[in-house]
């Protein structure tokens, strides 16, 4: 045999997760994934996955003594050939185009305040986060007080600002601000969970970084754009997904305040979809609305989270 000729190493055979752990600890694991797991199967995954089959039906909200027929695709072809479906769609997306901006650019700035050694800070970080974890319902009440036509604390600043040249408006039941009125409101009550999404990405910079930038020469500015900036990308599409899910899933606000009105200008897809199948009780168009919904959620993520890896943010 030539001196060069070497001889290949034998393949290390990967072994299985019972071999590396044994079976006791691999047997507690499984009871403790087993509960979640359990949980999960029986109130999330298995329910999604009717939903597609009882989407392809007939079924009522109310058994009925005409049995269930399968009807294919018409739940789906109706919905399509529904104006009001396309008119819900795109107020919601109308919804989510301003509340991105509004709410993540707000939680940012906040973050970016509260982060700093300023007085005080936790208190404030706890004051900011409260609408948070206060119900959308009390929070919808609050927010209804506040927008009364034509006596409303809003309506009072809006004339006392404008010396009188503005008259009050009527926030939830004029077509041209109805919708903007309920980005005000929903803005003001989830920025704080971002705002927390924010401080612990900026808390999960290395101070080091800002170290060697500040003795690179850079300014604040600087430490910003080239440490801050590129630490928080994995967060600012964390926000986003969770943002754009968020906003698609509006009901609450338009359920309390407007109903859809006025003139189905805040009309949106879960709305539909809930009116859909309690109200008119079609279980089954309901159900394909529903499977839609999470369609175009799911593309328009997976589409957020290519461009904000392609474009390196």
Known sequence: MSALTTVPKPKRRRRSIIARVGWPRFLQEIGMLAPAVLLMTAFLITPFLLSFWTAMTNQPLVPRPTPVRFVGLNNFLRILNDDLFWTSLWNVTRFTLWILPVQCGLAFLTALILNQKIPFRNVFRGMFFL???????????????????????????????????????????????????????????????????????????????????????????????????????????????????????????????????????????????????????????????????????????????????????
């Open 131 to 313: 609408p948070a974890i206060t119900s959308m319902v009390v929070v919808c009440v609050i927010w209804g007080t506040l927008f009364q036509y034509p006596t409303g604390p809003l309506n009072h600043i809006v004339v006392a600002l404008s010396g009188g040249t503005i008259q009050p408006i009527d926030w939830l039941g004029d077509p041209n601000w109805a919708m903007f009125s309920l980005v005000l409101l929903s803005a003001w009550q989830a920025y704080g969970f971002q705002m927390i999404i924010y401080l612990a990405g900026m808390q999960g910079i290395p101070d080091e970084l800002y170290d060697a930038a500040r003795i690179d020469g850079a300014g604040r500015w600087g430490r910003f754009w080239h440490v801050t900036m590129p630490g928080l990308r994995p967060t600012h599409v964390f926000v986003l997904v969770i943002t754009t899910i968020q906003a698609f899933k509006l009901y609450t606000q338009v359920a309390i305040l407007t109903q859809g009105g006025p003139k189905s200008s805040t009309e949106t897809v879960v709305h539909y979809m809930v009116r859909a199948g309690f109200e008119e009780q079609k279980l089954g168009y309901a159900s394909a609305v529903s499977v839609i919904l999470f369609l175009i959620v799911l593309v328009i993520a997976l589409v957020q989270r290519r461009l904000m890896r392609r474009f390196d943010v």
